[in-house]
Every structure is written in C-alpha cells, then in structure tokens.
C-alpha cells in the first residue's frame, strides 16, 4: 500500500480537525439553543463530538494517522512513528484546521465570525482534569494501535464521549481544539487566559502517557529454564 505524500497528509489533518472542532462548537450552540437544561446541552455537544471522531478517524485514518490534535502527533514524533519533519506541518495543520472549524460552526448558525471566549475554565480541577483525559486519550491511542487497530475509532470516540463526563473540564484534551474553542463565546468556548494551564496539562498527560504504555507495552523475553541433566 502506497503511502500519502505530505500535503494530502496536511490536508487530512486540517479537514479532520476542522470538522471535530465545528462539530463540538455546532453541536453546543444547537444544544445551548434547544434546551436551558445544563446536563442535556452537555449530553447532546457529548454524542455529536463521540460519534464524529469514529467517523473522522474510519474514514481519514488510512491517509494521515487521524491524529487531528498536537499532542498526539508529538508523541508519535517521538516513538518515531511520525518523522519529525513532518511534526511541525501536522500541528499548523491541525490549528489552522480547528480555528477554521469555529469559523465554519459560526457560519451556519449565524453568529460573528470569530468571538473572543468569556467562559472561565480554570484552576487546579480543571488542569488536573486535563492531565487525566489527555493521558487516557494517549493511552487508548497506543494500545488501540497495539492491539486492536480497527477498533480504534470506535475506542477513542467512545474514551471522549465517557471522558466528557467523568472529567470537571468535559476533556479538551487537545491543543489545537482548545485554541479554536477560545474564538467562540458560546456553550464550548475557553477564555483566551485559561488557555496555558490546559494546554501544559495536556502536554503532562501525553508525556505520562508515553512513558508509562512504553513500558507496559512492551514485553520482556522470558528465559525458560534449562531441565537439569540427569548425572551419568
């Protein structure tokens, strides 16, 4: 099978990401709309942004590695899956890709362009919160990889539809998501300041996450023990 080229590579990564972004902005502002109930919005912005990264992951997988988020791409930089060249265009790719998602999300429903976000997410929960989703993120990428590679779209869309929930900061987990979501002031957005604190939470987990499914991943020889001569 024929690898893709760079710039188709790119191109996967922007689209993808793009289409992640302007699903969990869309789905949000549908939801925030529809309904005053807290817990539905969030329900709804849930299933639409799980079910999008099985699709987006399934059908761009097989050009790009779908990573659609920085930290992904970096540490498949540095297990060497990803060739460091290539890391830098990933991550323009991905930014570019997700502040055009916003775009996009506000364009159908009919609001400014960009916005600057006013939702306060701050605070040592909410990083904490981010380490953990992002570390169970990488963690389900590697050993989806490992062991079950066609189930991966389905097990990280179901980790980030779960992780929505059991995380105080509803699981950015993703740099470049993060940055698109801090252009919109509706139901996902991010203020611009919170920003640093979610994006090195997310960079700690990526890293722990590597490091430690490194290890467990890894399997050591087991010496079989040599069966004792009989004395002659």
Not at 65 to 85: D, I, K, M, Q
Not at 135 to 163: D, K, N
Not at 179 to 206: K, N, Q
Request: charged content about 10%; aromatic content about 8%; proline content about 6%.
């Amino acid at each position: 099978m024929k690898a893709f080229d760079l710039p188709r590579r790119c191109t996967a990564e922007a689209l993808g990401t793009g289409l992640l972004v302007a699903t969990v902005v869309g789905s949000g502002i549908m939801a925030d709309t529809l309904t005053h109930d807290a817990a539905l919005a969030l329900l709804g912005n849930t299933l639409a942004t799980g079910a999008m990264l099985v699709v987006l992951i399934t059908i761009l997988g097989a050009v790009s590695g779908a990573h659609f988020n920085p930290v992904v791409s970096l540490v498949f930089c540095l297990n060497r899956t990803l060739p460091a060249r290539d890391f830098p265009a990933y991550m323009v790719a991905q930014f570019v890709g997700g502040t055009a998602g916003t775009v996009a999300a506000h364009l159908m429903f009919a609001l400014p362009v960009l916005e600057i976000a006013t939702k306060p997410r701050a605070g040592p929960a909410q990083w904490f919160s981010e380490m953990v989703a992002t570390f169970g993120l990488v963690a389900v990428i590697l050993s989806g990889a490992r062991f079950e590679q066609r189930a991966v779209p389905w097990l990280v869309g179901l980790y980030i539809t779960a992780a929505y929930w059991f995380t105080a900061s509803t699981s950015f987990a993703n740099p470049a998501v993060a940055v698109a979501r801090s252009l919109t002031d509706t139901f996902s957005g991010i203020r611009p300041v919170d920003l640093p604190g979610f994006i090195v939470a997310e960079l700690l987990g990526a890293l722990i996450a590597l490091a430690l499914m490194g290890w467990l991943l890894r399997p050591e020889i087991v010496q079989k023990s040599q069966p004792l001569k009989a004395k002659s």
